[in-house]
């Protein structure tokens, strides 16, 4: 009853709603992308491909940069220069042990890099369902995985990789030309200076009926890599509903402009291939601790290639909490973060929100005003005869 009496104001403030923020998109930022797969190669290498998306804007331009020589990694480098260019020495860069054979020319135009290494998966039987990490099986090390060339469509490009066993880890990393939001669940907000990876594990056999899994991430950067993480409360909405929290991993120092590049994510993890409130599973993250830039650099062709001297800070995303089902349940496990360089998106309500808040709220409240108003007003009417003075 109250549904139909509140969706026509709902569908109308609606419309109003989206062609106004419809001709708010028509003036934000855009960037053109190029994508290139391993530019400059005269044959597909023969260790893992490499992906240059380039995303020029007005004045500058974003290099996303995605490898699986090695450990799968994401890296970006964002210049202030609309023509600057990525340069590829092959047969350096697939011999894997000279920093320099990918560089980003020119060097001058560089304002901030940062990477993303995907370095290990870490699998524990949680016997007692307690989701205490411990009782940890071999980890698998994502640079030893076989990967298959990159599956590109657009600016999306896919990689899948197994240990020569059922089943395999899969990575999609998404450009975008503008600002905009994921199609699935959790829905995450991109700006037009981020990119979102989506990671994935499909039908790795568990070696445990109470397996729980764990995904090591390496943030590497030059002088000033991501190092803490800030958990902030997020706007519960349409878009990712029953999630109030928002994680990113930013840089300690700051510009003048703010942050300089980050990875952020819901605490959220999917158990089915189609994501749903029934099989979303938390997730937790550790702490950032400094790791050895020499190690990651031997671990991933691409830091190899383009840092000298990385310095480096890891954590582990962990999937499931006590009591929530095992992976053995379903064998599949989705997760996402945005990755990008400047400030971190900041969910705002979306639309169908904002109307339902303004029909449920507002109606309240100006009955309340009227109501007030009409009080007042019998009160002044009534008054003045109570307040004669009594002789
Ligand atoms: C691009 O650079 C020009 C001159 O360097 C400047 O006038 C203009 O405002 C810049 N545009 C943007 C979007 O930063
Ligand atoms: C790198 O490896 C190649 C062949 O694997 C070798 O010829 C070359 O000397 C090595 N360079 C350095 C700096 O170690
Ligand atoms: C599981 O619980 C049993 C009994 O309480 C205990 O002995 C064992 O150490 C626990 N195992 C783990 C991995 O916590
Ligand atoms: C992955 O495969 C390699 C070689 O096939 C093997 O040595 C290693 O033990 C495997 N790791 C796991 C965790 O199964
Ligand atoms: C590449 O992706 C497309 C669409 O996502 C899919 O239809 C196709 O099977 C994939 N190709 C390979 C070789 O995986
Ligand atoms: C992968 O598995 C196949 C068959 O299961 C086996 O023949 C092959 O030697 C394995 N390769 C490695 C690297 O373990
Ligand atoms: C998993 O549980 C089934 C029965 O519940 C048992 O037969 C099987 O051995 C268990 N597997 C492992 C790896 O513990
Ligand atoms: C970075 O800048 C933001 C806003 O400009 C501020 O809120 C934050 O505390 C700063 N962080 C550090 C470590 O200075
Ligand atoms: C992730 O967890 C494993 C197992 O506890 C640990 O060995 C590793 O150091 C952790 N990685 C980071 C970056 O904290």
């Not at 020029?56 to 970006?76: I, R």
């Not at 971190?344 to 904002?354: H, K, Y």
Request: some cysteine; proline content about 8%; charged content about 15%.
């Amino acid at each position: 009853m109250a549904a139909v009496l509140v969706g026509r104001p709902v569908v109308f403030l609606l419309a109003l709603l989206r062609s106004c923020s419809g001709s708010f998109a028509a003036e934000m930022s855009k960037r053109q992308l190029t994508v290139q797969l391993n530019p400059g190669s005269t044959a597909p290498p023969p260790d893992g491909d490499l992906l240059h998306v380039r995303a020029v804007g007005d004045n500058d331009t974003l290099h996303y940069l995605f490898c699986s020589q090695g450990a799968p990694t994401l890296l970006l480098v964002h210049t202030n220069s609309a023509s600057s260019t990525v340069k590829v020495d092959w047969p350096l860069f697939l011999a894997r042990n000279t920093s320099g054979s990918l560089r980003v020319e020119p060097e001058s135009s560089i304002l901030y890099s940062t990477a993303v290494v995907f370095s290990r998966l870490l699998e524990y039987d949680d016997v007692n369902d307690t989701a205490n990490p411990s009782d940890f099986f071999p980890p698998y090390e994502l640079q030893s995985f076989t990967w298959s060339h990159l599956n590109l469509s657009g600016p999306v490009a896919v990689l899948c990789g197994s240990n020569n066993s059922t089943g395999s880890l899969c990575l999609q990393l998404s450009v975008f030309d503008s600002e905009g939001r994921g199609q699935a669940w959790p829905r995450l907000k991109h700006t037009v200076d981020s990119s979102q990876m989506l990671v994935w594990l499909d039908g790795l056999l568990p070696r445990a009926n109470r397996s729980r899994f764990l995904l090591e991430l390496q943030a590497v950067g030059g002088a000033n890599p991501l190092s803490r993480v800030e958990v902030h409360q997020s706007i519960d909405d349409e878009f990712t509903p029953s999630i109030f929290k928002v994680s990113q991993w930013v840089s300690s120092v700051n510009d003048s402009s703010g942050i300089l590049g980050f990875v952020q994510w819901k605490p959220v993890a999917y158990r089915q291939p189609n994501p749903s409130l029934e099989n979303a599973t938390p997730c937790r993250h550790s702490d950032p601790r400094p790791q050895s830039g020499q190690m990651i650099a031997a671990a991933s062709g691409l830091i190899q290639a383009f840092y000298l001297g990385p310095e480096a800070f890891g954590l582990n995303v962990s999937f499931g909490i006590a009591t929530e089902p095992f992976y053995s349940a379903t064998r599949f496990l989705s997760w996402t973060a945005v990755v990008g360089v400047g400030s971190p998106p900041v969910d705002s309500f979306s639309p169908l929100v904002v109307a339902i808040m303004a029909v449920g709220l507002g109606t309240p409240v100006a009955l309340l005003l009227l109501g007030g108003v009409w009080v007042c007003v019998r009160k002044k009417a009534t008054d003045s005869p109570a307040y004669e003075p009594i002789n």
